[in-house]
Every structure is written in C-alpha cells, then in structure tokens.
C-alpha cells in the first residue's frame, strides 16, 4: 500500500472518530440539559443554476451520518428541488417534524450553515429551517449543526419559492434572506430571488408584524429590494438609516459607472445583531462593498 493510501485511510478514520465522537458529546450534552410545480407546463424562472458537485469524503460522512436527523422529506421525487404537490406547511407539520409548536423561522439560501446554526445553537427555544438547493451547503450545515449537538435545526433540499407557497398563513416568525445570488446581468435580473411573487407568498406565510430581514452587499440589489419592497401596503419598511443609492441599474462590469447616476435616499437598518460575520460576508467587507441590511415587517 502506497503512503498516500495509507494516510487517506488514517485521515478517514480520524473523521469517522471525530464524528462519533461529537455523536456521543451531543448525547451526553443533551441527557444532562434534560436533567438540570414543475407542474404543467408553465416555465418555472429560477434563482439558481442546477448544478452537481462531488461531495468530499468529510461531507459525505456527514451526509449519511445526519440525514436522518435534519434533513426533511418534502421534495416531490428523488433529486428534484420541487416540493410535494400536497405539502402543508401548517401548525401540525411544524409540530410533527420539530415535536414542539416554537415559533418557525426560514432562511432561504443558507449556504454552507453557517449563519443559521448559530441561530439555532444561541435561540433553542425557536425553530429554524434551512433552505438550501446545492449539496455541498446542504452537507456542511449537516455537519455543523452535529458538531454543535444542534436539535432545533431542519433542512429541505428545494425550491424556495416553492416551500413558501405550501406555508400556511401565520406559520413563520421570520423569513430571512441573506446575500442571495444578485444576478447581476440586465437580462438576468428576473432571476434574482426577491420578485413580487416571492413577497406575496412570505406575507402570507408571516404572522402579523412577522419580519422579512434581507442583506446584500450589492448596491445594484439593494435597489431591486427597494423597488420590490418600498411601495407594498401589505409590509413596511422599518429602516431608519437614510442611504444614497443610484435610482437606475447598471449591469455586470459597470458597477462603477453607478457613482454618476442621479441618486435618491432609501431607509435601510442597521446591521442585524442576529446575523454571524459569515466568510461570504468578510470577503464583500474586505472587498470595500457596502453592506445593506433591509427589515419589512408584515401588516
């Protein structure tokens, strides 16, 4: 056997140590916390580009190790990113796959876990459901959410827009969406997650003054939140920042031709303290973009 072979194989193991060995610690921890559509033929538009990605061994383990426990089973068929033509997204289905009835939020797009597991290691008493499209973010919140013992976490493998259509009215706290793809191509922008419909279905999804928190750090997506958003009479925009942002969109490249446009003042908030410094992030902040923090809150 060639060295390389065997150190994959010692590397392998360890893994496999290290994951049931934070098995055993979240058994431990939480024994003594005890004790003290593509449907027809409608063109369906989506935010993401469908694409495969191999799985290291590390995230593979976690896949299989965790499934069972955080991943639901609400798509319409294997490897589809459709839910279930009869999903119901109500009360009942919370308390079915939560066993409690805690206050559900959503993060749509939640990458590699990173933001959410935090939430739901620091809020244990609420309820969160990632939604995430591509295996890789899907297998790494699997694997966070074990190493932090985390019960309190769920993922579903689709179509947001999708979900969201099959929620209830009332059944989310808040939905957040944060650092989506900004499409940044003219001809692209109707791909760009937050649209009119999307609105409509997280309003009805909300509880009364239920929020909608969305962070960018695109200017050009800010706009496009702000033209969505602004004007709707079934939510409120309670920023109180006062932000210049160019009232015309520029497309991919020309990003730096904005600064000349005409510009108006926008409310936007003040970062959301619930919210973890993510890598994504830290790379727009050291790339010198601005980060915009939106808050809507249902009426």
Same mark, same amino acid.
């Given at each position: 056997?060639?060295?390389?072979?065997?150190?994959?194989?010692?590397?392998?193991?360890?893994?496999?140590?290290?994951?049931?060995?934070?098995?055993?610690?979240?058994?431990?921890?939480?024994?003594?916390?005890?004790?003290?559509?593509?449907?027809?033929?409608?063109?369906?538009?989506?935010?993401?580009?469908?694409?495969?990605?191999?799985?290291?061994?590390?995230?593979?383990?976690?896949?299989?190790?965790?499934?069972?426990?955080?991943?639901?089973?609400?798509?319409?068929?294997?490897?589809?990113?459709?839910?279930?033509?009869? %999903?119901?997204?109500? *009360? @009942?289905? +919370?308390? /079915?796959?939560?066993?409690?009835?805690? &206050?559900?939020?959503?993060?749509?797009?939640?990458?590699?876990?990173?933001?959410?597991?935090?939430?739901?290691?620091?809020?244990?008493?609420?309820?969160?459901?990632?939604?995430?499209?591509?295996?890789?973010?899907?297998?790494?919140?699997?694997?966070?959410?074990?190493?932090?013992?985390?019960?309190?976490?769920?993922?579903?493998?689709?179509?947001?827009?999708?979900? %969201?259509?099959?929620? *209830? @009215?009332? +059944?989310? /706290?808040?939905?957040?969406?944060?650092? &989506?793809?900004?499409?940044?191509?003219?001809?692209?922008?109707?791909?760009?997650?937050?649209?009119?419909?999307?609105?409509?279905?997280?309003?009805?999804?909300?509880?009364?003054?239920?929020?909608?928190?969305?962070?960018?750090?695109?200017?050009?997506?800010?706009?496009?939140?702000?033209?969505?958003?602004?004007?709707?009479?079934?939510?409120?925009?309670?920023?109180? %920042?006062?932000?210049?942002?160019?009232?015309?969109?520029?497309?991919?490249?020309?990003?730096?031709?904005?600064?000349?446009?005409?510009?108006?003042?926008?409310?936007?908030?003040?970062?959301?303290?619930?919210?973890?410094?993510?890598?994504?992030?830290?790379?727009?902040?050291?790339?010198?973009?601005?980060?915009?923090?939106?808050?809507?809150?249902?009426?």
């Amino acid at each position: 056997m060639e060295e390389s072979q065997i150190v994959n194989l010692q590397s392998d193991e360890l893994e496999s140590n290290i994951l049931e060995s934070d098995e055993l610690n979240c058994m431990n921890k939480h024994k003594n916390n005890k004790d003290d559509k593509d449907n027809g033929s409608a063109r369906v538009i989506l935010s993401f580009v469908r694409r495969s990605a191999r799985l290291d061994a590390r995230l593979e383990r976690a896949k299989e190790r965790y499934s069972s426990q955080y991943l639901l089973n609400v798509e319409d068929s294997l490897g589809s990113l459709r839910v279930k033509s009869d %999903l119901l997204a109500d *009360s @009942n289905w +919370v308390a /079915k796959n939560w066993g409690n009835s805690n &206050p559900l939020i959503v993060e749509i797009g939640s990458g590699q876990g990173e933001n959410i597991v935090a939430a739901a290691e620091s809020n244990p008493n609420i309820n969160f459901l990632a939604l995430e499209v591509y295996d890789p973010g899907v297998a790494h919140t699997m694997l966070l959410a074990g190493k932090q013992c985390v019960e309190n976490l769920r993922i579903a493998q689709v179509n947001a827009p999708d979900f %969201l259509a099959s929620c *209830s @009215n009332g +059944v989310l /706290k808040e939905v957040w969406t944060f650092f &989506p793809d900004p499409w940044p191509k003219m001809r692209h922008h109707k791909r760009r997650i937050v649209q009119p419909s999307l609105a409509d279905a997280v309003h009805n999804a909300l509880i009364d003054k239920g929020v909608w928190r969305i962070a960018t750090d695109i200017e050009d997506y800010a706009l496009h939140v702000h033209e969505v958003m602004d004007e709707r009479e079934d939510f409120e925009n309670t920023g109180k %920042l006062q932000v210049s942002l160019p009232i015309e969109h520029v497309g991919k490249g020309n990003a730096q031709d904005a600064k000349d446009l005409p510009h108006a003042d926008f409310a936007e908030s003040v970062r959301f303290e619930g919210r973890v410094l993510t890598n994504f992030e830290r790379k727009g902040l050291e790339a010198g973009r601005k980060i915009h923090d939106l808050t809507y809150v249902a009426k």
